[in-house]
């Protein structure tokens, strides 16, 4: 059984005259009205007013950090270990990224054209990255070995690895690029090119620019948000308006007004607000990210600079132009009550089936993993169901406490359902999938929950039984018995960009197809399902060194196979 327990009041010191007062959540078994948002912690930082910083928070919402460049330090909290120092930077702070586990921080210093590696637990730079010139913005990557940084004057992005500092890759995209984000599952970088008032939208394992999108005439960036998922990207222009783009074809999706002047925007974790700074009325604005609808106001301190939101969705963070730090407590979700239940054990490899008992109602699934495990998680409505289900992975610390929320999504998988797909965990521990309800209306609201286990080794081995396959041609196929895999090998060349199609419920076949597509080291590159018409699965992907990708076709449901679960698999491609 899985319980989020009462925590404790924290009270901190930051340096001199710097006091945090934190007060936690209530338990997982207390209700909280909806979007019943508000200021829970103000920090004192005793700097004197501030004209700019770039405020970073840890998955948890347990480490707040700062980097103050007129101040030449970073503000950082430990609030776990009741721990919290200034950290003198020699140079200039620009901005500054956490690792997921809360143990470590990166700052961009401006005037040693390097990055620093600076342990949270007692405040020590550990290690200096020399640049070829000096960063703008910091991201790292959701397993905390990497950490990838804009180059303005170079025109590009540069990743190192984060052990030893060696760089591992560098690439051009816009002019000028600044703020960086990295999507939840680290497959996607969003940057703010502010010499061509323009986003690049960044494949981070292909390493390539996938999408360039123009910005808005006459619009003048200043800050910089992503959703979760990758698939909306937010630019906040001079005028307080937050302007919402489509990544994946450059569109823009909706235009919201973010308060009377400029300042900072972020997303929370579970993609459904947009938070917003507002100067001239000191409050942070709360916005529906889906309907654009006004939430709700916050006053915060004296004219807020930048905020930012905690994986785990319980809290935002905001730096005062004042000296002030505020921490916001957010309702979980961010939809209304939820009412914890115990949970279920599930294993890889693990079918099977829930029901929520009301709609504000919580389904709770927990496993055991090793860091670097990539597994996908889906829950599907059961025939007759009217749950719109949600799903979110988030991993327990000791006492069962939510340690941190790690992945979410809403729609993407088959059949209606939710899916995270081959998504590598990050630490070794103990995993919680959350099942919630996307709607009010009372019913049936059964479900499927699927947890499966991407094996390399396997795919390995399917790799060396596939059937080879050439350019150019479609090929028939049959699911024959639940649980089968079909294997497909296909030779390539880096950069030539392969199109695969499955066709099957357009065939009147029973079968509902996933096409996954890996390298020969067995590592996935892509995956889709429901992309033609919401029923089949088609996949474009540039292959990302020469050699032989592997093409995996599956059922959805891997309880069903049979002579009437066949397909036709149609390659194309040669484009460069």
Known sequence: MTHLPQLAHLSCRLGAGIMLLVAALASAQTSAPADQFGVIATVELGTGPLDSGHLALSSDGRTAVAALPAQGALALARFAARQSSLVPIEGTPISAAITPDGSQAVVANRDLAALQLINLSDGTVTSTFPLVAPAGGTAITPDGQRVLATLPSQNGIITLDLNNGMELARWRIGNRPTEIILSRNGQVALVLNRGDNSLSVVGVGLGNELQRITLESGDVPVALAMSPNGRSGLVRN?????????????????????????????????GQRVLVTSGPSNSVGVMNLLTSASVTNISVGQEPLDIATSADNRFAAVLNASGTLNLLGLPRGCLGVRTQIDSTPIACGDHLTGSLPDPVSTGLFEFAATQGTVVTIEVRPQPGSVLNPRVLLSLVG??????????????????????????????????????????SVEGDLSYLVFLEREDSAAVQAGLAAAVQLEMGGTFSGTISAPGELDYYRLSGQQGEVIQAEVAAVRLASALDPILSVFDSQGRLIARNNNAIEGIDARIAVRIPSDGMVLLRVESADHSQGGEAFFYELTITGGQQ
């Open 398 to 439: 000791d006492g069962g406490r939510l340690r941190a929320g790690v992945a979410g999504d809403r729609d993407s998988g088959p059949a209606g359902g939710a899916w995270i797909t081959a998504y590598p965990l990050p630490l070794t521990g103990t995993y919680l999938i959350e099942v919630i309800a996307e709607t």
């Open 238 to 270: 001079q005028r307080g308006v937050v302007r919402v783009y489509d990544l994946s074809n450059g569109f823009q999706a909706a235009s919201l007004v973010g308060g009377l002047a400029s300042g900072g925007v972020a997303v929370t974790a579970d």
